[in-house]
């Protein structure tokens, strides 16, 4: 389980928790999936592992502007 400095160290880096929660639930599975860690550690947590890729600046992202304009929005299906 990562401390909690190093969360606040990701969270200073990325700003913003909605995206830090996704960065690292997709570096978490790429690193299950067998991908190789970006820095060089023992540590065997998944979770530690990729909060140091953040923290260490390993790791790119890209934020883009998904809100979809109003006529692409669909209604939620009305149940019968």
Do not use: C, H, Y
């Amino acid at each position: 389980m990562a401390d909690q400095s190093l969360l606040t160290q990701a969270m200073d880096r990325v700003q913003n928790r909605f995206l830090l929660t996704n960065l690292l639930a997709k570096r978490i599975m790429q690193l299950r999936k067998g991908s190789e860690p970006l820095i060089e550690t023992n540590e065997k947590d998944f979770e530690v592992i990729a909060l140091k890729e953040i923290v260490e600046g390993k790791l790119e992202w890209d934020v883009t502007d998904g809100a979809l304009p109003v006529d692409e929005v669909q209604a939620p299906l009305e149940e019968s």
